[in-house]
């Protein structure tokens, strides 16, 4: 009797061997994709037809979650966060950053299926809500801004339940079976709660909510059960009931290697790490308490306060719109967004946790000196026609925004350094060295802060970065990917997993 093919090996094309089981799966598909698009196209029959029970549910829930959070800022605030989970741009950072994450690894076929999903969200949700073209709900209190003709279904609990359920397909088959039900009701439940944002907000029907999770529901079932058969095709044949894509054994989309513990060594470098961010911080409180006390009446204070009114003079339509767009790349959006990158990217290419580990410390560490020195100095902002909005009064000292600027953009750059083997790679230091101070200005020129809070905060940003970098990164040009490993002195993480 012929042996049957290993597990991972392309079977013989006339072979009929596991055909039963390639059936099986493929009916599970496709069930799933009936069990998304069913549901849609019954909702969107009775949406066109104005069932009276669903339309009834549909105007209730829409006028009385508006008018229980509506009279509240702090619960609108909140709402907004939690939408923006389900959003366009939450989702072109994720699916963008598995894309690469992938890519980088050498996993070209999960990549794919990730693309793949993406794309198609892109082009399927504008497109169903085109062709349907239902009016949002209209609410007593309006807190969100939206296109009139754009309900039907919602893009948010679309985009949400896409997302996030393409990274639970690929972490699943990465992580312990023990974490997984987690994994999946943690997943669920963030889906659930951008719907529930969208009904609350007043800019959608319950309808539309339910028809974004079924149609998302049908296209991720598609680009998943497309891709189990390619898998099959291809011979992979996984022992793992709990792998949804069927992705072949060693080819999880681990993160990183296991990190050796040293807790010495870890105590040595908090304790490094806590003595610099000590000393960072009472230099720029110092020089804050000083400025603010002792030398606002001199040159310097008169100098600050002259470049103040002079940006204001200067202001016109076309440069207020540059700054702007200038200060919008260290705002919190964009250290979130920008940060995440790094992160993950960084652990693609190193195939270890330590560049997400300075990436966090960098930024956190970078928040908390900057409100810890804040409230100290407490130095208000300059006193003529401002251009924004929301920010406290006596927070002038350090700029936030350009410390973190100098923090952001110098991590990318140690990165860089570090982790690439290029003499080329010190090149990337134009990066912090042009943005920052361009970023600096920008704050100046809206009255945010004066000249000294600007050099403040490129100096706590800049030294954290370096501190951080010298402690927590390895030598420039060493790491683990530039073709030279860290020496023992410098590391103790694992060696590299090779993927395919």
């Known amino acids: 009797m012929p042996s049957s093919p290993a597990p991972g090996t392309p079977e013989n094309p006339a072979s009929t061997s596991g055909i039963g089981r390639f059936e099986a799966r493929s009916a599970l598909g496709w069930l799933a994709v ?81 693309a793949t999903t993406g794309l198609g969200l892109a082009v399927l949700g504008p497109l169903t809500k085109a062709i349907v073209d239902r009016a949002r709900p209209v609410v007593d209190s309006p807190v969100v801004e ?20 393409v990274l639970l397909l690929l972490t699943l088959p990465a992580v312990r079976r023990s974490v997984r039900p987690w994994l999946v009701a943690g997943t669920v439940l963030l889906v659930v709660a951008v719907g529930f944002t969208r009904l609350a907000l007043g800019v959608h029907f319950v309808s539309d909510v339910l028809a974004g999770w079924a149609l998302g529901a049908g296209w991720l079932a598609v680009t998943t059960a497309t891709f189990r058969g390619w898998q099959h095709r291809l011979g992979v044949d996984p022992d793992e009931p709990l792998d949804p894509l069927d992705v072949d054994p060693g080819e999880e989309p681990h993160l990183a290697s296991a990190a050796g513990r040293d807790g010495s060594r870890a105590r040595s470098v908090s304790l490094r790490l806590l003595a610099a961010a000590a000393a960072v911080f009472a ?56 940060g995440l990158a790094l992160a993950v990217l960084g652990v693609a290419v190193a195939a270890r946790w330590r560049p997400a580990i300075f990436v966090a410390v960098t930024l956190v560490g970078e928040v908390a000196l900057y409100f810890l020195s804040a409230q100290v100095v407490s130095r208000m902002r300059p006193a003529v026609a401002d251009l924004t909005s929301g920010l406290p009064s006596a927070a002038s000292w350090p700029s936030g925004h350009a410390a973190a600027a100098a923090a952001l953009y110098g991590a990318a750059a140690a990165l860089v350094i570090a982790y690439h083997g290029s003499r080329w790679r010190w090149a990337v230091l134009a990066l912090p060295l042009l943005l920052a101070p361009a970023i600096g200005v920008s704050r100046i020129y809206v009255a945010a802060h004066y000249p000294t809070d600007v050099l403040a905060g490129l100096l706590l940003g800049g030294s954290w970065v370096c501190t951080c970098a010298r402690v927590l990164l390895p030598r420039p040009g060493h790491g683990p990917r530039a073709g030279i490993e860290p020496t023992v002195g410098r590391t103790h993480d694992a060696p590299v997993v090779a993927h395919r």
């Open 34 to 114: 009936l069990l998304g698009a069913v549901p849609f196209l019954l909702l969107w029959l009775l949406v066109q037809r104005s069932w009276s029970p669903l339309s009834a549910l549909d105007g209730d829930v829409a006028a009385g979650l508006n008018s229980v959070v509506s009279g509240s800022p702090l619960v609108v605030g909140a709402l907004r966060a939690v939408t923006d989970l389900g959003g366009t741009g939450t989702a072109v950072l994720l699916l963008v950053l598995a894309t690469l994450f992938l890519l980088i690894r050498g996993q070209r076929r999960l990549a794919a299926f990730v």
């Open 283 to 338: 230099v720029i409180t110092a020089l804050g308490l000083v400025a603010t006390a002792v030398l606002t009446d001199t040159w310097l204070g008169r100098f600050d306060r002259g470049v103040v009114r002079w940006f204001v003079e200067v202001r016109d339509d076309g440069l207020t719109t540059a700054m702007e767009w200038v200060s919008v790349l260290s705002g919190t959006r964009a250290v979130i967004g920008v």
């Open 146 to 165: 939206t296109p009139s003709n754009a309900s039907f279904p919602s893009g948010h609990a679309m985009t949400a339940l896409v997302t996030w359920g």
